[in-house]
């Protein structure tokens, strides 16, 4: 086997550990320790050096242990696998997506740098982005999958700070409603208001479509994010985040978060491990049943619109983008009840496989109001505008029997009295 580059679904189960360090263990112990021992203190003082970044790291050198704060063998173990389904460099796991997005943000932008970031992004990403950076003379600025390339870069040679545009920060597919943004568009915008002096970093978050479905740095990204909590995690056990990049700007987030102090446990990313080895198997699963449960609700007459990725129109600028980055058509399908918030609760309070609960990607389907919960804080005209209304629901397909789940769709729909204006 030798000569013969595996797949990362086979690499899952031992990459990155080695048994003989840990008594022959298959399965790689939680190192549950706050401190470690160093052999002499020329030791420790060169693991410090390459914690805090003052100096690279040589050929052949290894990071050495030192406090499970900056590093710990199950977090250095998880991070070389989850490296592999992206093939980037270099990854750092967090105790929440929130933790791996705002450190992100706080790392790469200065008072008086330019943000411009896609909507309709997650309501916790929103409000970090619009209600805590703009605290700090840090300028933002919002474009969505309906702007052309040309009107985004009006916009912000509008803004008055082109020359300080630093980052491009992208969700796509957008939460919740599946709209895609064209990557390497925004690699070229990144190059086109980029200096001599200073790259523009584009971030992905990549948590709706995971490690299989759209890998971002092939197609021009500087950095992908996860909410690991989601397909990565895939149990509704842990909350976590990742990044992923290359070595330098990786370098720089991980000491950030040294100092921030919000690098996940080892208990859960003992658990993360774990679920990596079913990653592949679990997401196959829901993309399958997902399609099936977007085919019943297209034919639905209680379903006004439907958004999912294998029902883009054909020949749009969203198929175009969709045929060009994405591998998949992921489990996230969202749909619009003919009526309003009063049919949309109905819905969710009829059905009974599927639980009523915020969070994606696990293995159990769920189903959400976005406008009412994920997306509540957001402007009310940028719901109407985002297509976040009240009539908007939110199903993450997990891996139960596609005719069961949408026997439940069909019974939870069926009782539902709709308006005669909307029949």
């Known amino acids: 086997m030798k000569n013969r580059k595996l797949k990362p679904e086979s690499l899952m189960m031992s990459y990155g550990y080695k048994p003989e360090l840990s008594e022959g263990a298959i399965k790689c112990p939680i190192f549950?320790?706050?401190?470690?021992?160093?052999?002499?203190?020329?030791?420790?003082?060169?693991?410090?050096?390459?914690?805090?970044?003052?100096?690279?790291?040589?050929a052949e050198e290894e990071v050495g242990l030192i406090y499970s704060r900056i590093n710990n063998p199950d977090l250095e173990i998880l991070e070389n696998r989850l490296t592999l389904w992206d093939e980037a460099e270099e990854c750092a796991v967090f105790e929440s997506g929130m933790a791996a997005i705002s450190t992100v943000l706080m790392e790469f932008l200065s008072p008086g740098d330019l943000l411009l970031y896609s909507n309709p992004t997650y309501g916790g990403?929103?409000?970090?982005?619009?209600?805590?950076?703009?605290?700090?003379?840090?300028?933002?600025?919002?474009?969505?999958?309906?702007?052309?390339?040309?009107?985004?870069?009006?916009?912000?040679?509008?803004?008055?700070?082109?020359?300080?545009?630093?980052?491009?920060?992208?969700?796509?597919?957008?939460?919740?409603?599946?709209?895609?943004?064209?990557?390497?568009?925004?690699?070229?915008?990144?190059?086109?208001?980029?200096?001599?002096n200073k790259d523009v970093i584009v971030a992905v978050d990549n948590t709706y479509m995971g490690p299989l479905w759209q890998h971002p740095l092939k197609h021009g990204a500087d950095l992908v994010i996860y909410s690991a909590t989601k397909y990565i995690g895939g149990h509704s056990d842990v909350i976590a985040g990742a990044v992923l990049g290359n070595f330098d700007l990786m370098g720089k987030v991980k000491v950030m978060r040294t100092f921030l102090g919000n690098q996940t446990s080892p208990n859960t990313g003992w658990l993360l491990m774990r679920s990596?080895?079913?990653?592949?198997?679990?997401?196959?699963?829901?993309?399958?049943?997902?399609?099936?449960?977007?085919?019943?609700?297209?034919?639905?007459?209680?379903?006004?619109?439907?958004?999912?990725?294998?029902?883009?129109?054909?020949e749009t600028r969203q198929a175009e983008i969709f045929e060009k980055q994405c591998e998949g058509t992921g489990a996230m399908v969202s749909f619009n009840i003919r009526g309003g918030e009063k049919e949309a609760?109905?819905?969710?309070?009829?059905?009974?496989?599927?639980?009523?609960?915020?969070?994606?990607?696990?293995?159990?389907?769920?189903?959400?109001?976005?406008?009412?919960?994920?997306?509540?804080?957001?402007d009310p005209a940028e719901k109407v505008k985002y297509e976040i209304t009240d009539r908007l629901i939110r199903l993450s397909i997990g891996v139960e029997n596609a005719d069961d789940l949408i026997a439940d769709i069909e019974q939870a729909l069926h009782p539902i009295l709709v308006p005669v204006s909307f029949v």
Do not use: W
């Not at 609760?345 to 959400?368: D, H, R």
């Open 125 to 196: 990403t929103a409000h970090f982005i619009q209600h805590v950076l703009t605290r700090y003379g840090i300028h933002v600025l919002g474009f969505d999958a309906n702007d052309s390339r040309e009107a985004i870069e009006d916009r912000i040679i509008d803004s008055g700070h082109a020359n300080n545009l630093t980052l491009i920060y992208v969700e796509t597919p957008a939460n919740p409603t599946n709209a895609l943004i064209d990557i390497q568009m925004c690699r070229e915008l990144g190059e086109q208001f980029g200096t001599v």
């Open 32 to 58: 549950q320790t706050s401190t470690f021992v160093f052999k002499n203190a020329e030791e420790g003082k060169s693991f410090f050096e390459l914690a805090y970044g003052l100096r690279e790291k040589e």
């Open 345 to 378: 609760f109905q819905f969710l309070n009829n059905l009974g496989l599927i639980k009523l609960a915020v969070s994606l990607g696990g293995t159990e389907s769920l189903a959400e109001h976005p406008a009412s919960m994920t997306h509540v804080g957001i």
């Open 276 to 314: 990596l080895e079913t990653l592949k198997l679990r997401m196959d699963k829901q993309e399958e049943n997902a399609t099936k449960v977007a085919a019943f609700l297209s034919e639905h007459p209680l379903v006004e619109k439907l958004y999912h990725l294998g029902h883009i129109e054909k």
